[in-house]
Structures are given as structure tokens and as C-alpha cells.
């Protein structure tokens, strides 16, 4: 689980500093993978190995090797000198949801948060990566949603010197065209929820900031969008 879990949280976070649609394309292939080979469905959790074939425990076992009692599944729960696998897991499915037209992985990754919630309120220090999965799938997160065919270089700095904890920022082509070439590229056969109804104003770079499902208005101001951001934090305090 970990090489998957982590390939495509790094993935995901190359799309959003370069813009290209393929390591998105690459982050959703694995994380179809994580899903099909790691999660089950009767357990609410995404385990740390894939389930075995039911003939690799009998053979072995046939053969005097071990039994089928040692093919229990294991869970990386805690955050030791790398992230927990599961709480990396989780949190990526959460954040690559808003691609997708459905909400598979955002109702995979509330399955998970549920099934850990005991063990995430006990002790949250030890499972910071499942923490962070858990306000993800409850907040629904911060998107930054860039609709332009270059992010303006003074944007770049901006967003890399100010802290916006946990955003996912989603550039996008300006136009409908640009965006229905991107969805064939990803195999994608409607916009998704991130990119729709978020295009450029006037051929302008333009931004849209979302927290908790709830968005700016489009700015052509990136500074002018994080200040409405930080109005709604001023407003909830």
C-alpha cells in the first residue's frame, strides 16, 4: 500500500505545481488500484497488503509451509519515520474525490475515518496522517481552482509563501476546449466537480477558492481570493 499511497499523493502534488494533466492522470490510476486491491468494503479500511489469492494460503500449506492463519492483513495505523500508509492513503482518495463524477472516494475514505474514529480521537498525536484524512472528509478541505494556461509566476510565489493548510490547488485549462481536451486525455466523460463552471473571465488568469464546499467569487486577483478565504476564518471565530 505504502509505494501506491505515496507514488500518488506525489503525483497529485506535481499536477497541481506544474499544471500537466498526466501525473493527475497517473495519481487516479493509483488510486483505482488502492481501491480495487487494498480497500474492503466489509472492513471500512484500506489495508497494507492486497488480499491473497485463496490458493496461495492452501498451497502453501499443502506444501508444509504456513498456514492460512499467517495471511492476516496488517494496517500501518501511526506515523513512525514515514507517514502512516493508511492515513496517506485515505487522505489522497479524499483529495483526488473532487476529480471524479461520482464520490466513490470520498464515501471509501468517510468509511475508513468511521471505522478509525476511536482510535483517531485516543490518540491523534500518534495518527497525525489519519487526522489529517479525517478533517479532509468532514471540512471537505480548501481548493484553489486556476483556470489559465500558465499560473502567472507572481501567483507561484504567493501560493508557496503563504500557509493555506491542507489545499489542493487544481489549475485547469481557461477554456471549455482546452478542458475537453484534458478529459479525453484522463478518460474522463464529464466535467468534474473542481473544474465545472470554474473557467477563465474575460482570457485572464482566474481564481476560484473553495473551503467547505463554498466558493469565492472568480478573481482575477489571487490575493483578492485568499482574502475572502481568510474573511470566512475571521467570521467563524
Known amino acids: 500500500l505504502d ?3 505515496f507514488l500518488a499523493r506525489g503525483a497529485l502534488d506535481v499536477y497541481a505545481v506544474t499544471g500537466d494533466p498526466e501525473p493527475l492522470g497517473f495519481a487516479l490510476e493509483l488510486a483505482d488500484s488502492i481501491v480495487a486491491d487494498f480497500y474492503d468494503a466489509d472492513d471500512g479500511t484500506v489495508y497494507f497488503t ?42 489522497t482518495l479524499a483529495l483526488l474525490d473532487g476529480f471524479r463524477t461520482d464520490r466513490l472516494f470520498s464515501e471509501i475514505a468517510e468509511s475508513v475515518v468511521t471505522t478509525h474514529a476511536d482510535r483517531i480521537r485516543s490518540s ?11 478533517d479532509r472528509v468532514r471540512t471537505g478541505g480548501i481548493e484553489v481552482t486556476i483556470a489559465a494556461d500558465a499560473v502567472p509566476d507572481e501567483w507561484d510565489e504567493t501560493l508557496g509563501e503563504r500557509y493555506v ?73
Open 50 to 91: 492486497r488480499e491473497p489469492e485463496a490458493g496461495d494460503a492452501s498451497g502453501k500449506a499443502e506444501n508444509g509451509g504456513a498456514s492460512d492463519s499467517l495471511f492476516a492483513r496488517p494496517q500501518e495505523f501511526t506515523d513512525r519515520s514515514t507517514p502512516s500508509s493508511l492515513g496517506v492513503a485515505t487522505e
Open 165 to 237: 493548510s491542507g489545499a489542493l490547488v487544481a489549475p485547469r485549462p481557461p477554456t471549455d476546449d482546452g478542458l475537453d481536451e484534458w478529459l479525453d486525455r484522463l478518460d474522463l466523460k464529464s466535467t468534474p466537480p473542481i473544474w465545472a463552471n470554474r473557467d477563465s473571465e474575460s482570457g485572464d488568469p482566474t481564481v476560484y477558492v473553495c473551503e467547505g464546499r463554498v466558493c469565492s467569487p472568480a478573481e482575477t486577483d489571487l490575493d483578492a481570493a485568499l482574502e475572502w478565504l481568510a474573511s470566512r476564518a475571521t467570521d467563524d471565530t
Open 3 to 5: 509505494d501506491y499511497a
Open 124 to 134: 491523534p498525536l500518534e495518527h497525525v496522517s489519519l487526522v489529517r484524512a479525517a
